[in-house]
């Protein structure tokens, strides 16, 4: 292990069919309004987490949550997770704002994801 570390579980994006009547559920069950409100993603901040909605599961196909680490070094941890056995399904790309995101399969075929700021 190179000693990369991971700040945490701080983001979770939820594929969602209906946009609207799931914001509505995620805004009772959290208890505030969204942050972020657009047509192709609804993200709410509550208590350090960030908690996104993303319509049809967005470009990349999501089918089931998506768990995202944060992480100080994206390309560190993703040689570290692959050379473990991991197989990436996206590379590191910039989703705005200088936030790089990338998402890999366990062994199991899980999908995770990798979460860096600039």
Known sequence: MTGSSTQGIKTVLHPVSDLAKAK????????VEPQADSPYYV???AEGQQIGLVPGGGPQGMTSPVTYWHVPDIEAKLAEVTAAGAIVKESPHDVGGGRLVATFADP???ILGLLQDR
Do not use: S, T
């Open 24 to 31: 509505a559920v995620y805004a009772a069950l959290l208890g």
């Open 43 to 45: 993200g709410f901040e």
């Open 108 to 110: 199991d075929g899980n």
